[in-house]
């Protein structure tokens, strides 16, 4: 098997306790070898980042997540302040920065809002896709490339740890398939989201060819 990929996930849920799917989501992927989970609150409780430490985990990582519930069609207040701190001119972007460059960056968010409801006709008139852009267009601006949203809807409709183990599950799936390199990168490249047709996007030993 050739060497995995590194991913750091930066997590940031101010109200950890009072969460009812980031904080499963997170669990699954805790103590598993090649993956970093940095949760952001717990660290920075003051939102006093200390830019060097996470440039330097930006440096020693392959694919960047971001995890984190949807507040007010974006992210938790310290994910924007991260942004503006750590991905510095010259560090992310601009004249000699490149370090991040060749890397990828994925969205693993969770909304209140329901899939009808991110469209034309629904509550909230834009797409989900729409809704990332700026996510998106940062992480191109850095040379990163931007995987489909892993994007887990409708979480008050979400009833029984049975609905929530299904996406806990998919998510466990992904982020593997993500570190031991056994996505179908083209078929993913495709997809508006990472967790629809998981199944036909990961490389079982029968079907592989590999492909970057
Ligand atoms: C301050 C705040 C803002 C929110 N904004 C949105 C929003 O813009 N769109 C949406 O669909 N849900 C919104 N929600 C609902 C959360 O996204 C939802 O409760 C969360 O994803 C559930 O995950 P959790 O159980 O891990 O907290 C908001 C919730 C809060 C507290």
Redesign the pocket.
Known sequence: MSVPNRILVLFA?P?LE??????HLIQALKGIDSITIHDLYEQYPNLHIHVKHEQRLLLDHDIIVFQH??????SPAILKEWQDLVLEHGFAYGHGGTALQGKKFLSV?????SQE?YCRQGH?FFTIRELLAPFEQTARLCGMEYLPPFVV?G??QLHGSEQISKHVNDYHKAIMALRDDTMHWDQLRQQKFLNHNLDQTIRTPETSQHAQ
């Open positions: 849920h109200a009072r969460s009812r799917v980031n904080r519930p949807f507040y007010w069609y974006s968010i969770t909304t209140g809002g409801a909230n809807q979480t008050h």
